[in-house]
């Protein structure tokens, strides 16, 4: 069965791990420890509502923000200072309109703090700045979610395969849109594409999960249970919730 050999790739991902992701959490890991000694990165990800404490994770992976800059982005997040981020990450702009990194730091303020036109915006333009970023792509289509245009979020993920097919955060999105628009089929394969590619991403097994939940499809939805509770018990606790068991 293919969720027999899933687990069994679990139980191997340390050794081998596909992707990128695991690469973007020790350097995102490192570059906090850095900026904030004893702090830690949450297991939450950017699309998963864009959760507090995702500054650091994007901070490692951008080039072209200076130690200086990094400081005072960290300080802004860690005093939920939303206000004051955003119009520092605009001051930037101001300098280096072309920077497509700034407008995604103020994409995040502005989401943040519940401004969810002017965060589209952002991230638009960083998405026009830099169409190679696929984390432009991913928070664009996230934000179009948060602000209820699920239609629109799914044009965004889909397009955004096309930068990179092998983005397991990308797959992911396209499922949840699709389970948003109660296209669960297509859902279910989203997430099993996200899966593929990164077998340690339990926010996909959670989604396949609630997809199989919702068609009744109780044997797949045991089987997801079963890696989940493994993989992150938190949220194999979530989906025993969703689906009753």
């Not at 679990?10 to 791990?17: E, F, G, L, P, Q």
């Not at 989940?228 to 194999?236: E, F, K, M, S, T």
Request: glycine share 8%.
């Amino acid at each position: 069965m293919l969720h027999e050999a899933f687990k069994l790739s679990i139980m191997k991902r340390d050794a081998n791990m596909r992707g990128s992701r695991a690469v973007t959490r020790r350097v995102a890991a490192a570059a906090f420890a850095l900026l904030v000694g004893g702090c830690t990165v949450p297991q939450q990800l950017l699309f998963t509502l864009i959760p507090d404490g995702t500054i650091p994770m994007m901070l490692g992976n951008f080039e072209s923000v200076d130690e200086t800059n990094r400081r005072r982005i960290v300080e802004f997040e860690k005093g939920r200072d939303w206000d004051g981020l955003a119009k520092f990450a605009e001051g930037n702009i101001n300098k280096e309109k072309s920077n497509h990194e700034w407008w995604i730091i103020a994409g995040y303020a502005y989401s943040q703090g519940g401004q969810r036109k002017r965060a589209i915006e952002c991230y638009a333009e960083a998405v026009r700045l830099s169409p190679d970023d696929i984390l432009g792509w991913n928070l664009l289509a996230q934000s179009y979610r948060t602000a209820g245009q699920s239609d629109r979020a799914l044009q965004v993920a889909t397009r955004a395969l096309n930068v990179r097919s092998d983005s397991a955060d990308t797959w992911f999105l396209v499922g949840e849109t699709n389970s948003d628009l109660g296209r669960l089929e297509p859902a279910t394969r989203a997430y099993g594409a996200a899966i593929q590619l990164d077998q340690s991403h339990a926010h996909a097994w959670l989604g396949l999960g609630k997809a199989y939940a919702r068609l009744g499809r109780t044997d797949e939805l045991k089987k997801v249970a079963e890696t989940l509770r493994q993989l992150d018990p938190v949220l194999a606790k979530e989906l025993a919730g969703f689906s009753g068991k």
